[in-house]
């Protein structure tokens, strides 16, 4: 009987703009041996601009289909690591997806830490021309944090730590929950 390849399921990051999701997501694929994928930079390589062009010119919604059909094929792969978007969790087909496909973790952060990470970000259009971003990123939380704990597998708190502790955080959770081998059958001390 030919022997199948024992396929492992691709582990996606969803949660707040700002809360580390590309940052971690790229630590964690390399650790893992992993290739990594930022679902924003896919979108951007489809739309030929940047996502605050395209929320400007073609406005949210368009920008949410192009979403929505990058994460119906990324979730298709597997043996991924997938950074998402803020927002990919808004759609429930991009849940569906994310949670049937995916071993999703959720990464959380308060208004007010991702407040100051962002304070000086010009790129995420749903945080430009606000007065007070940090009520506007409280407004957002407060939709979505139910919606990426209805996505998630794991939620991890993220505090303020260093990205060194989350990406720890995160392997030990992987290799808690069997999801990943643990540091010593990959051959390696964790980052
Ligand atoms: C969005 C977050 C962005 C990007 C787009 C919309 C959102 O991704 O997808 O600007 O709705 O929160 P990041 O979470 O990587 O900033």
């Not at 606000?130 to 979505?144: C, K, T």
Request: net charge positive; hydrophobic share 40%.
């Amino acid at each position: 009987m030919p022997e199948r390849a024992v396929k492992q399921a691709s582990i996606s990051f969803v949660g707040m703009p700002g809360s580390g999701k590309s940052t971690v997501g790229r630590h964690v694929a390399k650790h893992l041996g992993l290739p990594f994928i930022d679902t924003d930079h896919v979108i951007e390589q489809r739309i030929g601009c940047s996502i605050r062009d395209y929320f400007e010119t073609q406005g949210e919604a368009a920008f949410r289909d192009v979403e929505q059909a990058v994460i119906d094929e990324i979730t298709q792969l597997t043996g991924h690591v997938i950074a998402t978007g803020g927002g990919a969790v808004l759609r429930e087909a991009n849940r569906q997806a994310l949670q049937s496909c995916t071993t999703v973790i959720y990464l959380r952060s308060s208004p007010e830490d991702l407040g100051r990470r962002l304070r000086h970000d010009t790129h995420r259009p749903l945080l430009q021309g606000s007065a007070d971003p940090v009520r506007r990123l409280r407004a957002l939380f407060q939709d979505r944090d139910p919606l990426y704990r209805s996505a998630a597998h794991f939620v991890i708190e993220t505090g303020r730590p260093s990205v060194h502790s989350l990406v720890n955080m995160v392997l030990m959770q992987l290799e808690l929950a069997g999801v990943v081998p643990t540091a010593n059958t990959l051959g390696g001390a964790r980052p």
